[in-house]
């Protein structure tokens, strides 16, 4: 591909919409909360990183790039919660820049472009967009892998000194990026077979032993921080293993089906509510029936002009892939998604659509782990999206191929997807209870001058450990000896506590309470 100076303006209008739907929605996440309890360990992840430890000791291996990344803002001063939606933000528009300029290696300007607009202002990404949370971050990085491993395989091989650099940053950003794996694998074997060449194999070692340096720094930091423990590894055993999860989490859901019934309301919804604290997208609009007609027709178009050539390594290709189907619920994630590597790459290795069959493998690797997995939350499933976009292209492409004016669909698409994108903050329920903990806990600060040096209980110590520091202690709120017990000077409840005695309330933030001890 040639970025010539028509490329360049999409690519700067990219940037501009981008970054104004990340301001916008930086606006809207500073007002809503941090609704995402986990934001509140990279916080103090990045504190520590800063230089001050608050009880993050045990968790500093989770996501110690974005952690890292947001404690540089924290060192000049911005120690907030606006920092990591910043860091965050920023990855939102690296990765739009890094998916058009991905979509271009197979379409025009203004598919690339159309492409971008709507992956950007799907519903599900703009629920998670700049508010502290690891997956656009993620996905970001898994579409940069992609592209570059792209670019050394079809036009220089040198690409692949970023390829496992990459792969290594975006392990320790979000530990399932490594579920991108078995498709750039595949699409690696279907262009060069199991054969390395001497020129490629220059820079696939260069690469990996840049990979692998970067890796021991990491982990080395780590381990030190961490006082040696490395809980990323018991993770990462229990992915690959077929860990289900856990039944006692609160969002334990079994249903293998959970992602698919619920992908219309993924691209288009008009309600988001909050159930146990995630948001809930419901209420699918005709921009997401617009969405799925465009797959179903352009898919009739290309397989009515792509008649299958069946031999025998396509049919035991395929045979495999409807084992994997079958067998789905029998064994693990991983097994699945082996008999789905090998199904694809005998029934693609001969095609002239090696591109289409490894989105395919993208899409159907963390399809099935996470619907495997029985925490299911909707924005495991947004690093696929970028492949379901490269598909929602060849559909419009196809239907493009049978009308003269070629540019009505993509128009159309842009419109309606940019509105979306500045309108969908309007789908929330209206909510002070994610500003309540900040709120109770400014109120402790403006109560008590010496609140630094004062015990404070609390029913939960997540987003206190960050609000307050480490003089909180968690106490669970029906243990209401324990409390009283305690002797803690204030106790955060989100119940009302009848029994709590030698202590008063002083005051009533949504569902939170605040108790002081009576002297």
Same mark, same amino acid.
């Given at each position: 591909?040639?970025?010539?100076?028509?490329?360049?303006?999409?690519?700067?209008?990219?940037?501009?919409?981008?970054?104004?739907?990340?301001?916008?929605?930086?606006?809207?996440?500073?007002?809503?909360?941090?609704?995402?309890?986990?934001?509140?360990?990279?916080?103090?992840?990045?504190?520590?990183?800063?230089?001050?430890?608050?009880?993050?000791?045990?968790?500093?291996?989770?996501?110690?790039?974005?952690?890292?990344?947001?404690?540089?803002?924290?060192?000049?001063?911005?120690?907030?919660?606006?920092?990591?939606?910043?860091?965050?933000?920023?990855?939102?528009?690296?990765?739009?820049?890094?998916?058009?300029?991905?979509?271009?290696?197979?379409?025009?300007?203004?598919?690339?472009?159309?492409?971008?607009?709507?992956?950007?202002?799907?519903?599900?990404?703009?629920?998670?967009?700049?508010?502290?949370?690891?997956?656009?971050?993620?996905?970001?990085?898994?579409?940069?892998?992609?592209?570059?491993?792209?670019?050394?395989?079809?036009?220089?091989?040198?690409?692949?000194?970023?390829?496992?650099?990459?792969?290594?940053?975006?392990?320790?950003?979000?530990?399932?990026?490594?579920?991108?794996?078995?498709?750039?694998?595949?699409?690696?074997?279907?262009?060069?077979?199991?054969?390395?060449?001497?020129?490629?194999?220059?820079?696939?070692?260069?690469?990996?032993? +840049?990979?692998?340096?970067?890796?021991?720094?990491?982990?080395?930091?780590?381990?030190?921080?961490?006082?040696?423990?490395?809980?990323?590894?018991?993770?990462?055993?229990?992915?690959?293993?077929?860990?289900?999860?856990?039944?006692?989490?609160?969002?334990?859901?079994?249903?293998?089906?959970?992602?698919? +019934?619920?992908?219309?309301?993924?691209?288009?919804?008009?309600?988001?509510?909050?159930?146990?604290?995630?948001?809930?997208?419901?209420?699918?609009?005709?921009?997401?029936?617009?969405?799925?007609?465009?797959?179903? +027709?352009?898919?009739?178009?290309?397989?009515?002009?792509?008649?299958?050539?069946?031999?025998?390594?396509?049919?035991?290709?395929?045979?495999?892939?409807?084992?994997?189907?079958?067998?789905?619920?029998?064994?693990?994630?991983?097994?699945?998604?082996?008999?789905?590597?090998?199904?694809?790459?005998?029934?693609?290795?001969?095609?002239?659509?090696?591109?289409?069959?490894?989105?395919?493998?993208?899409?159907?690797?963390?399809?099935?782990?996470?619907?495997?997995?029985?925490?299911?939350?909707?924005?495991?499933?947004?690093?696929?999206?970028?492949?379901?976009?490269?598909?929602?292209?060849?559909?419009?492409?196809?239907?493009?191929?049978?009308?003269?004016?070629?540019?009505?669909?993509?128009?159309?698409?842009?419109?309606?997807?940019?509105?979306?994108?500045?309108?969908?903050?309007?789908?929330?329920?209206?909510?002070?209870?994610?500003?309540?903990?900040?709120?109770?806990?400014?109120?402790?600060?403006?109560?008590?001058?010496?609140?630094?040096?004062?015990?404070?209980?609390?029913?939960?110590?997540?987003?206190?450990?960050?609000?307050?520091?480490?003089?909180?202690?968690?106490?669970?709120?029906?243990?209401?000896?324990?409390?009283?017990?305690?002797?803690?000077?204030?106790?955060?409840?989100?119940?009302?506590?009848?029994?709590?005695?030698?202590?008063?309330?002083?005051?009533?933030?949504?569902?939170?309470?605040?108790?002081?001890?009576?002297?």
């Amino acid at each position: 591909m040639n970025t010539n100076i028509t490329d360049k303006k999409e690519l700067i209008l990219i940037a501009l919409i981008s970054l104004a739907l990340v301001v916008y929605y930086i606006n809207f996440n500073v007002n809503l909360g941090i609704y995402c309890s986990d934001v509140y360990v990279y916080l103090l992840n990045a504190q520590y990183f800063a230089g001050t430890n608050v009880h993050s000791t045990n968790n500093i291996f989770l996501s110690p790039v974005i952690c890292f990344l947001t404690s540089l803002l924290f060192d000049i001063g911005l120690v907030d919660k606006l920092a990591i939606y910043i860091v965050t933000g920023i990855f939102a528009i690296l990765g739009n820049i890094g998916l058009y300029l991905l979509l271009r290696l197979r379409f025009n300007s203004l598919l690339s472009f159309t492409g971008t607009i709507v992956y950007t202002t799907l519903a599900l990404n703009l629920t998670w967009l700049a508010n502290g949370s690891l997956d656009i971050p993620a996905v970001t990085i898994t579409i940069w892998i992609v592209y570059a491993t792209v670019l050394a395989i079809k036009s220089n091989p040198r690409y692949y000194l970023a390829v496992f650099p990459l792969l290594v940053i975006g392990f320790f950003t979000r530990y399932t990026v490594g579920l991108i794996l078995p498709a750039v694998v595949l699409y690696y074997l279907y262009e060069n077979s199991l054969k390395i060449n001497e020129n490629d194999f220059k820079f696939i070692k260069k690469g990996l032993i +840049v990979g692998i340096i970067l890796f021991i720094i990491i982990v080395t930091v780590i381990l030190i921080m961490g006082n040696g423990n490395l809980g990323f590894g018991s993770l990462f055993l229990g992915g690959v293993g077929g860990n289900l999860g856990s039944t006692h989490d609160s969002s334990y859901n079994p249903d293998f089906a959970y992602y698919l +019934v619920n992908m219309p309301s993924f691209i288009s919804s008009t309600n988001t509510t909050f159930i146990g604290k995630t948001p809930a997208l419901s209420n699918p609009t005709v921009l997401s029936g617009l969405v799925f007609l465009i797959l179903i +027709v352009g898919g009739i178009i290309w397989a009515r002009r792509n008649e299958p050539e069946l031999n025998r390594e396509k049919i035991l290709g395929i045979l495999l892939c409807m084992i994997a189907l079958v067998t789905f619920s029998m064994f693990s994630s991983t097994i699945t998604i082996i008999l789905v590597f090998f199904g694809l790459y005998l029934i693609g290795k001969d095609s002239d659509s090696k591109m289409g069959y490894a989105m395919i493998c993208w899409i159907l690797a963390y399809l099935i782990f996470q619907s495997y997995y029985v925490i299911k939350v909707n924005r495991y499933i947004m690093p696929a999206f970028p492949a379901l976009i490269y598909f929602l292209m060849v559909a419009v492409e196809e239907i493009n191929s049978k009308i003269d004016k070629k540019k009505i669909l993509p128009i159309l698409l842009i419109v309606l997807f940019i509105i979306q994108g500045f309108a969908f903050t309007y789908s929330f329920d209206e909510t002070n209870e994610f500003n309540a903990p900040e709120q109770i806990s400014d109120y402790i600060k403006s109560d008590a001058d010496n609140w630094s040096d004062l015990q404070i209980g609390v029913y939960n110590i997540r987003p206190y450990f960050w609000y307050l520091g480490d003089n909180v202690t968690g106490i669970p709120n029906q243990f209401t000896d324990k409390i009283i017990e305690s002797n803690v000077t204030y106790y955060i409840s989100n119940v009302k506590q009848d029994n709590l005695t030698n202590y008063s309330e002083i005051t009533q933030i949504e569902d939170l309470y605040l108790y002081k001890k009576i002297n």
